[in-house]
């Protein structure tokens, strides 16, 4: 007796949502033949997890290993879309479509899949079947927290400057400082922009300095739910390389760092899983010295800056707010027609500027992700559970998914400003 599942969302192949729009799509079960159950329920879930272990040593040098872990729901909805009055009900053979929709809560953070944690969301299909395990079949799908750099506040498009400065070997032979300034343009950014970092390096000392490193860093920190344990990630999202400057010199280089596919910034929406972004600028100088480092935060978001919008804020079809949520258990409903499901509320956040194109989504190829430990709050009873993707159909305890994000396709900083250049062109002056 064989029963498959096809979980489809209306108008959305992908599966990327915002915060506050509502997801419709269809339920369709085919059965071979008629089949006992005692209950089918289709279940929309949102959760962040932490797990993650650690070595310690006791007073008696005994080495243990400690688990911490961490556990937050946004989304816990469930219909039931068949349901025993008695016993156990049947299941006629043939197909069976059943159409859902459900508010996604505005205050959700973004999609994320890291080495200790995850924000994931997944449309569930369970069939609770009698003296058999529980058949579970499950679709993750993508939910991007509303970033919009213009909403969030006019210091993200004001110029950043920073700068730091390092002596080597100790008095009588102290050397004269390698100062290091750092600059930007602005603040804020976008997946598919080029930052132009802007680097000035002073080399008064008698160290040569071999190479000028930049890159975008994007830091991850996970917290433990019942202690004050935290873990840190750090991951390189794009890096580019300069040539040395010998001493007694001085040099500006131009690097365009650009952001790829990456969730954005987030301090506020998770309380175990915080993601922010920093420039960093390295000059590594010759023999056992220690490297000179400066570097700036920097906030990515979806929805780029605008000179419209830094004058002139607009409003946003989502109006996101940092309040504490409830969960709404019978968010999730069945309509008559999909179609009827999705009102005009789900325009996406870019829309209200004609001048934004649509975006195209891509993975993070930067991040690394790694098999989470569920928590107990989050371990379902003993299933069979299958995951659903358009092409496959597998069975595994732990499905695999890797979020999509929003990669805009607009000009670049350095482009409108210094023209078109080719990546292999030195933009480096020597004064």
């Avoid at 690097?255 to 910034?265: E, I, K, N, Y």
């Avoid at 019978?330 to 008559?336: H, N, P, T």
Wanted: hydrophobic share 35%.
């Amino acid at each position: 007796m064989v029963v498959s599942c096809e979980i489809d969302f209306k108008d959305n192949p992908f599966g990327v949502y915002y915060a506050g729009q509502v997801i419709s799509g269809s339920v369709v079960l085919n059965a071979d033949k008629e089949k006992l159950v005692k209950a089918i329920i289709l279940k929309i879930r949102g959760f962040a997890c932490t797990c993650w272990s650690e070595d310690e040593t006791d007073l008696d040098n005994k080495t243990t290993e400690e688990t911490y872990s961490g556990h937050e729901d946004y989304i816990r909805s469930k219909v039931e879309l068949l349901a025993a009055e008695g016993k156990n009900v049947a299941l006629e053979p043939g197909s069976h479509v059943y159409n859902f929709a459900c508010q996604i809560p505005a205050v959700c953070p973004s999609s994320f899949e890291g080495t200790h944690g995850r924000v994931r969301y997944m449309v569930n299909v369970k069939l609770i079947r009698p003296w058999k395990f529980d058949q579970t079949f499950s679709r993750p799908f993508t939910v991007l927290k509303v970033m919009d750099l213009n909403r969030e506040g006019l210091f993200l498009s004001t110029p950043a400057h920073s700068e730091d400065q390092k002596t080597y070997n100790c008095w009588p032979c102290r050397s004269e400082p390698i100062r290091l300034q750092l600059s930007l343009p602005q603040r804020g950014f976008v997946p598919g922009q080029k930052i132009p970092v802007g680097v000035l390096v002073t080399n008064d000392s008698h160290i040569r300095v071999e190479e000028i490193e930049a890159s975008l860093v994007m830091m991850v920190l996970y917290y433990s739910q019942h202690s004050v344990k935290t873990i840190s990630e750090r991951f390189v999202v794009s890096k580019q390389q300069g040539e040395g400057v010998t001493r007694n010199c001085k040099k500006q280089f131009t690097f365009d760092l650009l952001v790829p596919a990456t969730p954005p910034t987030c301090f506020d929406l998770c309380r175990i899983i915080q993601i922010a972004y920093q420039v960093a600028v390295e000059t590594k100088v010759k023999g056992w010295h220690i490297n000179e480092r400066v570097h700036m935060p920097v906030t990515i978001g979806n929805v780029p800056l605008t000179r419209q919008l830094t004058q002139q804020p607009r409003p946003i079809p989502v109006e996101v707010e940092v309040v504490a949520q409830q969960l709404d258990e019978k968010a999730l409903v069945l309509v008559d027609d999909v179609s009827a499901a999705a009102p005009a509320a789900t325009v996406n956040p870019w829309a209200a500027d004609a001048t934004i194109a649509p975006p195209s989504y891509a993975e993070a190829l930067h991040i690394r992700e790694g098999p989470i430990k569920p928590s107990k709050s989050a371990t379902p009873r003993k299933s069979k559970h299958t995951e659903f993707s358009p092409s496959t159909t597998q069975t595994k305890e732990n499905c695999a998914f890797t979020p999509l994000y929003a990669v805009f396709h607009i000009n670049n900083l350095a482009e409108t400003t210094q023209g078109d250049r080719a990546e292999d062109i030195d933009r480096s002056t020597w004064f």
